[in-house]
């Protein structure tokens, strides 16, 4: 299976002509930061047309663009209400895992979820596939778990997309809020009869198969006789977001996630492990340093019947740019019944060959489409 999606990848073009749904951080000094990627505001030293976010911690809806922050804001305007902060989602799911995780680290916070959609009977014209579009939900919570709440959003990239949230703006004045907290519900500021033109979205799916269908034919290796195909090809918006798809499959792939375990092998992108330790393993074992030492642990864990789930690992690692050895790993996957999950995404499958060894294959759009880093493809 090939996963394809990105990184959240910032690029700053040189003129800041920026696409308004394009991601962009900005770091002056260069340095690290637990902020990123979220861009720094109210620092001079950031060209002024470069989209701003809040610095992490502020009391406010997290986004990494100023039309997510757009949407969020119009939303607690609904609610009249300065003790409580909001981040949007999707879809109910990825609001409903925000809520168990923040749910897990602070068990005594109240959290409130919304769904925001149009009221029955639908706008003339429309249809129950249509309205699903301009759907979204929103978890609101207490101003001092910003920072948990900011985590999350973060390290899972569960959030709801800039292209999507632009969407759900043209509409939401027509939108009523349903929620399981009665004092959360509100209705529609605007009638049926203005609401905007509907955008029919059906050329996304013909576009959406022609990517799909360009890595499958890019994804080959000589030593593989089976071919990719697009049905095992999965976009995702963001390249946390298929890490945390994927971590998720693989818990449910073990049957019980209470005995779910797996191995991070080598030192990855920071993130990736913040997101696998959200995903609810039973356990898992980090070897940070990816040497033969290690996956000699590794091997003598599994003779003493340690039941592995999954390994996840990167080639080359980011930042440090070392190749585990594949050929064991596999050779070990295939003696004690265990997944491997590669990330590939400094190298991409148009450089480097993971195929043979991998079962999972994740890789960035972004990096694939332009060496010059000037545009953004999700993951």
């Excluded at 030293?45 to 997510?68: A, D, F, K, M, V």
């Excluded at 360009?214 to 080959?220: G, Q, R, S, V």
């Amino acid at each position: 299976m090939v996963l394809s999606e990105s990184k959240s990848v910032s690029l700053v073009k040189a003129d800041f002509g920026l696409h308004p749904t394009g991601l962009a951080v900005f770091k002056p000094d260069g340095g690290e930061s637990d902020s990123i990627p979220i861009a720094f505001a109210n620092d001079p030293r950031i060209p002024p047309r470069i989209p701003r976010t809040w610095p992490l911690g502020e009391s406010q809806p997290p986004c990494n663009e100023h039309i997510i922050q757009t949407l969020a804001e119009n939303v607690l305007s609904r609610y009249d209400s300065s003790d409580v902060g909001c981040v949007v989602f999707p879809s109910a799911s990825a609001a409903e895992r925000c809520v168990k995780v923040l749910g897990i680290k602070k068990p005594l916070v109240t959290l409130s979820v919304a769904k925001f959609t149009f009221p029955k009977p639908l706008p003339s014209g429309w249809n129950e596939a249509d309205a699903q579009l301009i759907e979204f939900h929103v978890v609101l919570y207490p101003h001092d778990t910003s920072s948990d709440i900011l985590a999350f959003w973060r390290q899972t990239g569960d959030g709801i997309s800039s292209r999507h949230a632009q969407y759900c703006l043209r509409f939401l004045a027509y939108l009523e809020t349903i929620s399981d907290t009665p004092q959360r519900w509100t209705a529609p500021r605007n009638k049926y009869s203005g609401v905007p033109k509907l955008i029919k979205s059906d050329s996304a799916e013909l576009e959406k198969h022609a990517v799909k269908s360009f890595i499958a034919e890019l994804a080959t290796s000589p030593r593989v006789q089976q071919k990719v195909s697009t049905d095992d090809v999965f976009l995702y918006a963001k390249g946390l977001s298929a890490i945390y798809a994927v971590s998720r499959a693989l818990i449910a792939y073990s049957g019980k996630a209470e005995q779910s375990v797996v191995v991070i092998y080598g030192w990855p992108y920071a993130e990736t492990v913040k997101c696998i330790e959200l995903s609810g393993w039973g356990q898992i074992i980090l070897h940070g340093h990816g040497s033969s030492a290690e996956l000699d642990e590794v091997e003598k864990a599994l003779q003493s019947g340690l039941k592995l789930t999954a390994l996840f690992c990167e080639l080359p690692s980011n930042p440090q740019l070392a190749s585990p050895d594949l050929e064991r790993i596999r050779g070990l996957a295939d003696r004690y019944n265990f997944i491997v999950a590669c990330d590939e995404t400094l190298g991409t499958f148009v450089n480097v060959d993971v195929l043979p060894y991998a079962d999972i294959v994740m890789t960035s759009l972004t990096k694939i489409f332009s060496g010059a880093s000037d545009v953004m493809g999700g993951r």
